[in-house]
């Protein structure tokens, strides 16, 4: 069943849902693409601050005091506000906090596991701790190449996520602006489409496919479209079999190669009441519309229709009519012929006071032959009748010659 919506309204709903469904697509790809750039900005960013406050010589001195956060608690929060980090830690291998935001928070046990960075290596990922969920990045301290703390450093996951939604309405405002784009680019390229295909409808192309197929396969009738430049665009397949060849071996080729000089000369002149052409056995009656108009290359049309069986019925009536013709000429009536009157006298001068049924199996004819050939031999006064009553029932007709002539019958005009 045929669609309610016009082929303008089917490209424009399909091309608008691409867009929108691409432009979405792309859309997340590109907020999840950008909070790992978020995220990854900031681990480089904590990761420089976590390694630079590790390898102070201050901090690290500051380890031996009898109280290291008088001097690594200032410091820590001079580097945190200036990082703008969520919190800078600085603990020691038991895990004691010489710094936290929360001054209170200083001398207790950090509240996450310190083993990585205690074991020497760096440490980055998302922990719950005093200040609440957090990125963050935690690396060993150094001193003499052995690890005598921790240095922790991080960014509230409801920082992350703020950032990152901020972004999200500019992403999402340059979605909206590329769907409305796309889809106005969609209308014109709809357009552009309805254009090149004369604003037709799907039934309307459905219906040229199947003529266009009716013409290829079905007609009896060859059909060779030729372009301006006289190269063969369309041959359906009663063309081909009447050139013997192929649909494929001509489309393509230039008149001049592939079909016969006539067809060409009637296909370049146009030919509009038919023309009759001889091609191998066939006789093939061709019309054109003409290769030119008004002095310019057009693109033509060339009808071929096969009337070899047509030709050879008129030969053979034209025979007939000549036969008949001929024995008009002769005096003969329809129906007899010269040599079966020649060889029903000749038996009649054999057999003189013969009946017709006599003559007939002298000859091989039925009865009825050999009495119309006799009546004729008597009208034209060159055999006569007589009845026989010696026979029982109905008088017999008995026909005698009146000469002995058994040559050619020539009658008189």
Same mark, same amino acid.
């Given at each position: ?226 372009? %301006? ?146 009546? %004729? ?37």
């Amino acid at each position: 069943m045929a669609s309610k919506m016009t082929l303008r309204a089917q490209f424009l709903v399909l091309q608008a849902l691409i867009v929108c469904v691409v432009t979405l697509a792309a859309g997340i790809i590109t907020g999840v693409l950008h909070e790992q750039a978020i995220r990854d900005a900031y681990k480089d960013r904590m990761q420089a601050v976590a390694q630079s406050i590790a390898g102070l010589p201050t901090v690290i001195n500051a380890f031996d005091d009898a109280d290291p956060s008088r001097v690594i608690q200032p410091i820590a929060e001079v580097i945190r506000e200036a990082s703008d980090l969520a919190y800078v830690v600085i603990a020691n291998e038991e895990g004691i906090r010489y710094s936290h935001p929360n001054p209170d928070r200083i001398g207790e046990r950090v509240s996450t596991d310190p083993s990585i960075p205690l074991a020497g290596e760096i440490y980055v990922g998302t922990q719950t701790g005093t200040l609440g969920t957090t990125w963050r990045v935690k690396v060993p301290v150094f001193d003499s190449g052995e690890v005598i703390g921790t240095a922790s450093v991080g960014i509230l996951e409801s920082e992350l996520n703020e950032e990152f939604v901020n972004n999200l309405f500019w992403l999402t405002g340059a979605m909206v602006t590329a769907a409305i784009i796309g889809v106005f680019g969609s209308t014109w390229v709809t357009s552009i489409i309805r254009r090149r295909i004369y604003r037709l409808e799907p039934h309307e192309i459905a219906a040229l496919v199947k003529n266009r197929e009716t013409t290829m396969h079905r007609l009896s009738e060859g059909v060779i479209v030729v372009e %301006h430049d006289g190269m063969i665009s369309l041959v359906n397949d009663a063309a081909a079999d009447l050139l013997d060849s192929t649909a494929d071996q001509l489309t393509g080729a230039h008149v001049d190669d592939a079909l016969p000089a006539e067809l060409v000369r009637i296909l370049n002149e146009g030919e509009s009441a038919g023309s009759p052409v001889i091609i191998g056995p066939r006789v093939i009656v061709a019309r054109s519309t003409g290769a030119r108009v008004d002095g310019e290359a057009s693109e033509a049309t060339i009808l071929l229709r096969d009337h070899t069986e047509l030709h050879d019925v008129v030969r053979r009536v034209d025979a007939a009519d000549a036969i008949i013709a001929f024995r008009e000429r002769q005096g003969l009536p329809k129906g007899l012929s010269a040599e079966t009157l020649d060889r029903v006298a000749a038996a009649l001068a054999q057999h003189p006071d013969a009946s017709a049924s006599e003559v007939g199996d002298a000859l091989g004819i039925s009865r009825v032959s050999a009495r119309r050939y006799l009546e %004729h031999l008597a009208s034209i006064g060159r055999a006569t009748r007589a009845l026989d009553y010696g026979t029982k029932g109905r008088p017999s007709t008995r026909y005698r010659m009146l000469d002995a002539t058994t040559g050619p019958t020539v009658v008189p005009r």
